[in-house]
């Protein structure tokens, strides 16, 4: 079986979202017309529920793309996501590594900001699903093998069950 890991660098991740929600607190501003930056970066101690969220978007994602995803590992602050590459050039399945590092990005944003920016987290929470439906489309689409010369009559060897004799059926 092919499979694909992902490496969750959590740094990395932390420190996209610090890069996003920053941008995001510059740009919006509240009722009074001042811009929401100090409101929606993270402190040092807010920063350590980022693990958990990190954790928590892997699962989610791992959840959703089940049974593509065939092995989620978390060791302390990092994790990997393998996944299924069958029928997947290698375009798309890193495709579908892009996509996880934007999907953990916005379901960190929905959950940080959830409680004090609703709307803002509404605006993360719709890039979740998004990503995910994009994720799930590239990760079930199988491309056509390739084009060969070769027939049946050209294949030679033995096929075997899953438990390992030989095949001896009609195909």
Known sequence: MSE????INVSDLKKMVKEQLSFVGKR???????TIFAG???????????????H???ETFASELS???TIYNES??????????YGLNDAKAGAVENIFTNYAIAYIG???????????????ADETASYLESA?????????????????KDMTGTMYNDDGTPFRGVI
């Open 40 to 54: 929606v970066t993270l402190s040092s101690t807010e920063e350590a529920i980022l693990n958990k969220a990190i």
């Open 110 to 124: 929905k959950v940080t900001l959830g409680k004090n920016y609703p709307e803002l987290a509404k605006e993360f």
């Open 76 to 85: 302390g602050a990092e994790g990997t996501l393998t996944f299924s590459t």
């Open 28 to 34: 919006q501003g509240d009722k009074q017309g001042n």
């Open 67 to 69: 049974p593509k995803i």
């Open 56 to 58: 928590g978007a892997a």
């Open 136 to 152: 799930i489309k590239l990760a079930y689409s199988i491309d056509a093998p390739s084009k060969s010369d070769k027939t049946l």
């Open 4 to 7: 694909k890991t992902i490496n």
